[in-house]
């Protein structure tokens, strides 16, 4: 397993490449030139101790505007989409508990992420396909007004399924290995 630091750089330039630099978030260049997206690696392996680090951060999010966004990568926990995708149930729920609804939000990014209706090798799935599992926590107030002054929200989707449509799941499958985890 790659160290933290590994996982960081791997992390950030998936974001680098992929995120920005195919322009699937118009919203993310702005804060990661500025320095105010949090990577960070959390060693949980169980769902509750990764709901703990998810609680920390929102409480840090909470009380430090100098920080945007927080990318809280999980590479011991929730390997299987399936389990990942159920565990999103409780991450909505924590947001909850802790009164952040509204305030926070959280995007999710899986190396096996699948949308429904889709199969797995569907090009689609990669605007969501990320080298490690990641919960992505956002201010809602900063979407809002990223959504305000962009003039077609609603084609963002489109855009980027139109795009890995184009260029297809191998090409995709080469992307996201040439930013993913080192196998050496």
Known sequence: MPDDQQIVSCT???????V?????C???????VND???FVVTEADKEEDLLKALAQE????????AI???ILIHPAVLQKFEDYNQFLSLTDALIAEMDFEGVF??????????????QSEDAENYTNRSPYPILHILREESLEL???HHSAIDQIPVRNIALMNEMGSERLKEMLGETGPSTS
């Open 58 to 65: 929102l409480d840090l999010l909470s009380t430090d505007n």
């Open 36 to 38: 105010r997206v949090r």
């Open 12 to 18: 950030r330039s998936w974001v680098e490449a992929f």
């Open 26 to 32: 118009p919203f993310s260049k702005k804060e990661l």
């Open 20 to 24: 920005v630099g195919l322009n699937l």
């Open 68 to 70: 945007e966004t927080t």
């Open 146 to 148: 990223a959504i305000a």
């Open 105 to 118: 939000q959280v995007a999710s990014f899986h190396p096996d992420y699948q949308f429904g209706g889709t």
